[in-house]
């Protein structure tokens, strides 16, 4: 079964600190996604990502978010000054499309001190 | 602004006996709906996706279904086990080009008692 990859699974950072969250989307995927749950919270949709752009993103995505596909199998989401709010688990995704449904990484708990 | 409200929040209930959970849509122009797993602290399994042409879909003891005109969705587990204690959550997508998220439910905690 393939699988969606995402390094690494925790991270600690100081606010204020840049951070760069990785993943390794199935490889015959053409969308790509990060959500974010903050503890006892829902899911939440940040950004997708198609044909090395930016397709939708949602307000939580700010300038202080940035998404790269800079290679032919990694996706990272930077967030570039990071805030006490910023933690939570990070999932990234991946689709052939909308009609095949998602399949979703285990995630990045991101904690910000 | 689409809502999805999954009911109940939580649900505890003895080993062997068939549960459904339930979810619900405001907009009912949906193109999918996806329900998923997710254990503490981990990410979320994909359990079944239904398209909106479609009334239901089955795998194995979990049997989800829809009516997109009513906007509500059900997953029913039969003869639950210890191992199906999760969280479950409902997601809908509303278009089938892929640029837009899910909407997720706040998730059913689910607590099966040996």
């Known amino acids: 079964e393939p699988e969606v990859t995402q390094t690494p699974s925790h991270q600690v950072t100081q606010m204020g600190q840049e951070v760069i969250l990785r993943c390794v989307p199935i490889?015959?995927?053409?969308?790509f996604y990060w959500y974010r749950q903050i503890l006892g919270q829902k899911v939440e949709f940040l950004v997708s990502?198609?044909?090395?752009?930016?397709?939708?993103k949602s307000e939580i995505f700010d300038d202080q978010f940035s998404v790269e596909r800079p290679d032919g199998s990694n996706f990272t989401l930077k967030i570039r000054s990071t805030k006490l709010e910023d933690s939570a688990m990070y999932f990234c995704?991946?689709?052939?499309?909308?009609?095949?449904?998602?399949?979703f990484g285990s995630g990045t708990r991101l904690t910000v001190v | 602004k689409q809502e999805v409200t999954q009911i109940p929040a939580a649900l505890s209930v003895p080993e062997g006996e068939n549960l459904v959970l339930n979810c619900s849509f405001t907009d009912s122009a949906i193109y999918n709906l996806q329900w998923f797993r997710q254990d503490p602290g981990k990410g979320l399994t994909s359990l079944l996706l239904i398209q909106s042409s479609q009334r239901e879909q089955t795998s194995g003891r979990l049997n989800a279904s829809l009516d997109k005109s009513s906007g509500r969705s059900t997953l029913y587990i039969a003869a639950s086990q210890p191992g199906d204690s999760a969280t479950y959550l409902c997601?809908?997508?509303?278009?089938?080009?892929?640029?837009?998220?899910?909407?997720f439910g706040k998730g059913t905690h689910l607590i099966i008692q040996p």
């Open positions: 990502f198609y044909n090395n752009e930016i397709s939708e």
């Open positions: 997601a809908v997508i509303y278009s089938g080009g892929g640029a837009d998220g899910l909407t």
């Open positions: 995704a991946s689709s052939e499309s909308g009609l095949r449904g998602y399949t």
């Open positions: 490889s015959n995927h053409l969308y």
